[in-house]
């Protein structure tokens, strides 16, 4: 009996059929190429600058009463790490600014020598911290994770401010994929 190529049960389906599964079978999201070349990339541990892991943006908003004037208030948040992960949160400030709104953008880094892993990076900003900033226009900040009792550098721009915080911040998605 002849069998047509293509035709269905042919040899000719069956090799079309492994060459899409095959070509499936390579495929790979952004996200996993990012994590492949990551994982075959050895940390250069003696390095003495790396690209900031993730970019954060802040707004604080001082809240006046009669007993503390302006130094207790209100921040929200958002941050995207270098894997395209959004993540926003809101928690409450102790500080002064020269204005009841203050706000940062900022670079951060994990404070550690090796560049972090993508869910290193997400056990990080996801969860509850505590920070402290201050800034005259260029500024920085420490962060504290209780999660992972990691912590962060970040630099960048502040209005006049100073404080301390503590956030709750909450992973939203992956901006990229």
């Given at each position: ?95 002064s ?9 900022a ?37 504290y ?33």
């Amino acid at each position: 009996a002849f069998m047509a190529l293509g035709a269905p049960g042919s040899a000719g389906d069956l090799a079309a059929a492994l060459a899409g599964s095959t070509a499936m079978r390579y495929q790979t999201s952004l996200r996993e190429q990012r994590a492949i070349a990551r994982a075959h990339v050895e940390p250069r541990i003696d390095a003495i600058w790396r690209w900031p892991d993730f970019f954060s943006v802040s707004v604080n908003v001082a809240i006046p009463n009669p007993w503390t004037g302006t130094l207790l208030g209100a921040t929200g948040a958002a941050t995207l790490d270098e894997n395209g992960e959004l993540y926003v949160g809101a928690g409450g400030s102790v500080g002064s600014s020269l204005t009841l709104i203050s706000g940062s953008a900022a670079f951060g880094w994990l404070n550690q020598a090796a560049p972090p892993t993508a869910p290193q990076l997400q056990r990080f900003l996801a969860g509850r911290g505590f920070n402290a900033s201050a800034g005259y226009w260029i500024g920085g900040a420490y962060s504290y994770t209780i999660e992972t009792g990691e912590s962060s550098t970040s630099l960048g721009f502040f209005s006049p401010q100073a404080g301390v915080g503590y956030t709750y911040s909450w992973h939203v998605g992956d901006l990229w994929d």
